[in-house]
């Protein structure tokens, strides 16, 4: 699978990063060469493989249903960088 | 052109837990802003996320109430995108192996047939914060209380072909949440939300039209009028020429209207992929069976109980058993001692006229159902009869004791003594010669003339089988 211009400049904006009109050919070779990498896999037999969630072979530990938590606030709106009747402030997403 | 209309829903329910689905903040409603919001909901580096286990007994409960396959290993998968009241970036929901499968739900219709939907999955997932956006100096304010908040989106398969059915399934699993108990229902609160999709198509034809996607419902009452809005709209577009979009769409309930939030071409590219921090759940087959064991009667269950048990009709019974509470002091009221019928009608008329104008429910009602059984027990065994008890009801709701204390405290007993009676009836007859004349010339509707006479001097309280009796034989003798 080869990615193009118009698929680097998807995933950069899907990603919120700006990139350099000059260095988006460059991109797209480089991840064309991991996916195809990883597309070496495609050949090996796998049908009697249960797929793999995570690498390690256990089972999600649970927690018990109570409320450990105390109000934190003050500290946690101290590194805030704006903060007004208790919100955190950020800049209008909607019009 | 007849159109057919194909509707899917989309089900949030918040769930009943105290805290968190992956940290030990609280989740109880209306707290200051940003006071239950931890450093795992906040996202700070370092933070690990782990699973609430009565997060997934509520799923398991679900699941095995509508009859679904239950997914024995589930994985929970990032969501990816961006959002300020989303703090990490992603939401953690389930992809492709959810902890409910493939079930279906029997839902009974105004017409008084009933429908099998398919759902065709319910997973669990985390709430996000709430954005305010009125003015902060240009600026939105973000409030994370609600962001951790453990929900359950139940998805249904496209199967509802009109309104009526979509609503009408909505409140079915409404229903069903709150007889579970594993959500508190309030949909004022946001804790059950409903997405509808829709979509019409020429009657006969197969294939599905394009969707739209309808949000911010609040009520069954908006999600009936926002369908039926969006219905109308995707007709006079197509009738008009014009092509149906995909699109979500938000409600407005105060225009009445649904307006355009985004089209699907340009965003949702979620990038779902495993959640390195959570393991697979897996679920054992004896967790499974104590959930089983462990199950409430259901509403279907409970409807049809309650017909044959307690020999009431469909629409009475349907009453009782809307809610669980409900159904619950029912049950208590007749082992108490009322008689089902006149329990029925008590409890759904009169308790619940009472409660409505008072602005209570149940759970706050100011008469016990022992009380009320205490009640129905004194008109079965005509103590009073059932007009006296009205009065008699109102004195137990302001909490002047229990039926026997009100009726013996104001003399209500009923006479049944026609010794007692007697004197009262002569002189009723020997004051009103006139209408005793007119009876015995024919006109024998006055007899319930006579009947009012004495009991307004009896101040409703002689028996008025027995006024009745004492009444024809004294005018046709």
Known sequence: MSLDRSDIEKIAHLARMAVDEDRIEGY??????????????????????????????????????????????EDFQAIAPKVESDLYLVPKVIE | MQW????????????????????????????????????????????????????????????????????????????????????????????????????????????????????????????????????????????????????LEIVSEPDMRSIKEAVAYARKIHQLVVYLGICDGNMQEGSFRVDANLSIRPYGQEAFGTRTELKNINSFRFLERALNYELERQIDVVEGGGRIVQETRLYDADKDETRSMRSKEEANDYRYFPDP??????????????????????????????????????????????????????????????????????????????????????????????????????????????KIAKQVFEAIWNGEGDADTVIKAKGLKQITDTGAMEPIVDEIIANNPKQVEQFRAGKEKLLGFFVGQVMKATRGKANPEQVNELLLKKLKA
Not at chain 2, 60 to 83: D, Q, T, W
Not at chain 2, 136 to 150: E, Q, V, Y
């Open chain 2, 4 to 151: 057919e209309t194909v509707i899917g829903l989309e089900v949030h329910a918040q769930l009943a837990t105290k805290s968190k689905i992956f940290s030990g903040a609280s989740t109880a409603y209306g707290a200051a802003p940003n006071t239950q919001a931890c450093n795992v909901d906040l996202a700070f580096p370092g933070v690990l996320p782990v699973l609430n286990r009565e997060a997934v007994n509520c799923a398991l409960k679900f699941g095995v109430a509508v009859g679904a396959e239950i997914g024995k290993r589930s994985v929970f998968a990032r969501k990816n995108y961006f959002y300020p009241d989303l703090p990490k970036g992603y939401q953690i929901s389930q992809f492709e192996l959810p902890i409910v499968g493939k079930g279906e739900l029997t839902v009974e219709l105004e017409s008084g047939e009933s429908k099998v939907i398919g759902i065709t999955r319910a997973h669990l997932e985390e709430d996000a914060g709430k954005s305010l956006h009125e003015d902060f100096h240009g600026l939105s304010g973000i409030d994370l209380n609600r962001a951790g908040t453990p929900l």
């Open chain 1, 28 to 73: 797209a070779t480089d991840l064309s060469n991991i996916l195809g990498l990883v597309a070496q896999m495609d050949d090996v037999e796998t049908d009697d493989v249960t797929p793999m969630a995570h690498p390690l072979h256990m089972a999600q530990r649970l927690r018990v249903d109570e409320v450990t938590e105390v109000n934190r606030r």
């Open chain 2, 277 to 386: 921090d959570l393991l697979p759940v897996e679920i054992d087959e004896s967790l499974l069976e104590q959930i089983r064991d462990e199950m409430p009667e259901l509403p279907t269950a409970k409807l049809q109980r309650f017909i044959q048990t307690y020999a009431l009709g469909e629409k009475e019974a349907n009453a009782l058993t809307a809610s669980r509470p409900l159904a619950d002091y029912f049950e208590a009221v007749v082992n108490a001692g009322g008689e089902t019928k006149i329990a029925a009608n008590w409890v759904t008329m009169e308790l619940g006229g009472a409660l409505n104008k008072a602005g209570l429910n149940l759970a706050n009602s100011p008469v016990s159902p022992e009380q009320m059984g205490g009640l129905l027990k004194r008109i079965a065994d005509k103590t009073i009869s059932g």
